[in-house]
């Protein structure tokens, strides 16, 4: 380890109370935002089914607040893929379902037209010259059509309802290079360095910030409750200097820097493929309200651009956001998540690109390349996943993890991912962009362009501060306590290089 070599042979470190003193000088303005006392909770199951079926009869759906442009003729049409691939994920999806209530929609839709224009005739019919008795009968039937379209377009906005909620849960497409199964099924693309060889007894992350005196889980917990915390003293400068630092180099990369909101509509939550009700949500939900807390910048971001067209020109749009994460760790328990490693609250930098169909798989490789260089330049031992179907979440049509070695956990724990969503949240979202004519084609005159099209999304975290810390503390710790800064991060924690214990302070 020639960094940690080089690190060990500085002779001169700053103290903390030295450092201080030229802390304002050295931080740009992504200092964590305090948020505004609210309550919040993730609904139980029961109240996710009070809210449902409130104000509607048990017999009738629950209206969708959204609609997704989902190509039901493709599904229909491609039928055994999307089996299988419901399958492969162990997705819970009604694809027979689906395809009942499509055919039934599109019977109720011929005969709404049927009825539509039998009424147009028979209203032209009474534009001319009749007999009393013949206006009559004509008068009866309109009136008859009428009632019966009411009753059938009645049928045909419910069975609409009925199909966006069965199929919104019909998951993305998979690529076909994604091994199948379970997450032991997840192939290793990628592996950077080997596990650093410590002479000494490893201690843990939560151990080194004890005595340190680096976090505070005690109070925390009296305060917030458990997997909450208190960073204290370089702790605090270190997470500033992570997010400053992978901000930087993916500006550096040509990302736009964003901070976002950090609470949203429920329905956008939706579009992005989350699920903010359920008895084992992610999500917290702000009560009485239809607002949540982000569990990742991916959330508001995607959001940025809903509902618009884009002109081809403009892609691809690339952004890096920070953002504080909230997530309800709902079934987590163990040693292994102890301490930061698996924590409500968080702060995280992403990155996000929408871009053109056929450059999506060209942009994930990017965006997992950024990754690795990152992670590669601290110094960390990490191996890259190409995960199995069974570990995709609904939205993507590939994934990739970053698993980094932690050993005073003893084994690889994730500290980032990167995924290809393709179009699955841009037609749930509504942007789309619109192609430019080429050299070769010719529009009739007065015709706008070819027709708009869907983007595809991409989203990759480029540091969890949290896992970072973790990653940081573990892997660069030394014999007398002490912990290295490993070099990239050394300009953004004011000069920096070392964390000592307090009692071998210079």
Aim: proline share 6%.
């Amino acid at each position: 380890m020639v960094l940690l070599h080089c690190c060990r042979s500085a002779t001169s470190f700053y103290s903390l109370k030295t450092f201080s003193k030229t802390l304002t000088f050295r931080l740009t303005p992504y200092y964590p935002r305090p948020l505004l006392p609210l309550v919040v909770r993730p609904l139980s199951a029961s109240a996710v089914q009070t809210a449902a079926t409130s104000a509607t009869d048990d017999s009738k759906v629950v209206k969708p607040q959204w609609k997704a442009a989902i190509d039901f003729k493709w599904i229909r049409d491609n039928k055994e893929a999307v089996a299988d691939n419901i399958a492969n994920r162990k997705s819970s999806a009604n694809l027979e379902l689906v395809l009942e209530l499509y055919d039934k929609l599109l019977n109720v839709q011929k005969e709404v037209e049927r009825l539509r224009a039998e009424r147009n005739v028979v209203a032209n019919k009474m534009k001319g010259k009749l007999e009393p008795s013949e206006r009559q009968k004509l008068i009866e039937e309109g009136k008859n059509l009428k009632e019966a379209l009411v009753t059938l377009e009645e049928d045909l906005l419910k069975l609409t309802d009925e199909l966006q909620q069965e199929a919104q849960s019909v998951p993305n497409m998979t690529h076909p290079d994604v091994p199948v199964g379970g997450e032991d099924s997840s192939t290793v693309r990628k592996m950077v360095g080997k596990p650093v060889e410590l002479s000494f007894a490893v201690k843990d992350h939560v151990q080194l910030g004890k005595e340190l005196d680096l976090f505070d889980f005690d109070a925390a917990a009296e305060v917030s409750g458990s997997k909450f915390y208190y960073l204290k003293n370089e702790a605090v400068i270190l997470e500033m200097a992570l997010v400053n630092w992978a901000v930087s180099e993916a500006m550096k990369r040509g990302f736009t820097p964003l901070t976002t909101p950090e609470i949203v509509r429920s329905s956008v939550v939706e579009k992005c493929g989350f699920q903010p009700r359920g008895a084992n949500t992610q999500v917290y939900s702000i009560e009485n309200s239809d607002q949540c807390l982000i569990g990742t910048a991916e959330i508001p971001v995607g959001g940025i651009h809903m509902d618009s067209i884009l002109s081809e020109s403009s892609l691809p749009l690339k952004y890096v956001a920070f953002s504080h994460c909230f997530r309800t760790e709902a079934g987590a328990a163990g040693a292994a998540t102890r301490g930061l490693y698996r924590v409500h609250q968080f702060s995280k930098v992403e990155m996000f690109i929408l871009c053109r169909p056929d450059e999506s798989d060209s942009y994930h490789e990017e965006l997992i390349e950024i990754e690795e260089d990152l992670f590669s330049s601290l110094g960390f031992h990490f191996k890259t996943l190409d995960m199995a179907t069974q570990d995709l979440g609904a939205p993507a049509y590939r994934k990739f993890d970053v698993e980094a070695w932690m050993p005073g956990l003893g084994r690889y724990g994730e500290i980032s991912s990167a995924s290809n969503c393709t179009d699955y949240q841009s037609r749930r979202l509504g942007i789309r962009y619109r192609p430019e004519p080429s050299a070769s084609s010719s529009p009739k005159k007065g015709k706008n362009s070819a027709p708009t099209q869907f983007v595809h999304t991409l989203n990759a975290t480029a540091c969890a501060v949290p896992r970072m810390i973790v990653c940081l503390l573990e892997n660069f710790q030394q014999e007398d306590g002490s912990v290295i800064i490993p070099e990239p991060l050394r300009p953004f924690m004011g000069g920096l290089h070392i964390i000592k214990p307090k009692h071998i302070q210079n």
